[in-house]
């Protein structure tokens, strides 16, 4: 089946430290990848996507790069904040048909000062 | 502001009580879904709802129920509560517009005792 494998955290981090959350994925054909972020007490937002094989998603800082070899997504940011910290979900769809989004289990990301 | 109500936010309900989650998107948007999210086992969709008129289960549907009430509404049902049923709940939707992405509500706390 298909399925998305996230790595343990928490991560602690101080600011202005490089991050990376890594991400695995199982799938039947050929996803959507993304990454979502939940804030404390808030909905998941979606962060990032990539829609093929080689594309680099980014935005506010965070990239990940869509390996179809390693079937990776990994998370990365050069410079975290202390606004960085929150949970950090890795997801993936089918592109075939209509497909539901597929979850990790979600990754804790804390920025200390 | 655009985007997905959920109603209520907090809720404690006793064993075998009854309750009724309420959603609403504003964004005409076709497919929605029922989502718990629980410590250490991220977010597991519950049902949902492909277009209007349509509802399908998804990875745990037990012991409740939904109903799509127009494009605009999709209400989750707890019938008899169990303290397994104490969870953060979201509802979310996607546009049929291709681009995949789920949008969330800010999420329900249920806690039954």
């Known amino acids: 089946g298909n399925s998305v494998t996230q790595m343990e955290g928490p991560v602690t981090l101080s600011e202005e430290a490089f991050l990376t959350i890594n991400c695995t994925y199982t799938a039947t054909g050929y996803p959507s990848l993304f990454w979502y972020v939940q804030y404390p007490g808030e909905g998941l937002q979606l962060l990032l996507k990539a829609t093929k094989a080689d594309d680099k998603g980014s935005n506010k800082g965070f990239e990940a790069t869509y390996r179809k070899e390693t079937t990776s997504f990994h998370l990365e940011k050069g410079s975290v904040q202390v606004s960085d910290s929150a949970v950090y979900f890795c997801?993936?769809?089918?592109?075939?048909?209509?497909?539901?989004?597929?979850f990790g289990t979600g990754t804790r990301l804390l920025v200390s000062p | 502001n655009a985007g997905v109500t959920q109603t209520p936010k907090f809720q404690v309900l006793k064993t075998g009580q009854s309750m009724t989650l309420q959603c609403a998107q504003d964004m005409n948007h076709n497919s929605m879904y029922w989502y718990r999210q629980d410590p250490g086992m991220g977010l597991r969709l519950i049902y949902y709802?492909?277009?209007?008129?349509?509802?399908d289960k998804g990875e745990v549907p037990n012991g409740y129920n939904v109903s799509r009430l127009n494009k605009r509404e999709f209400s989750l049902r707890l019938e008899s509560a169990a303290p397994s049923q104490t969870s953060v709940y979201f509802c979310?939707?996607?546009?049929?517009?291709?681009?995949?992405?789920?949008?969330f509500g800010a999420g329900s706390r249920l806690t039954v005792l």
């Open positions: 979310a939707s996607m546009g049929g517009n291709g681009a995949n992405v789920l949008t």
């Open positions: 709802s492909a277009s209007e008129g349509t509802t």
């Open positions: 997801a993936l769809r089918l592109n075939t048909g209509f497909q539901k989004l597929v």
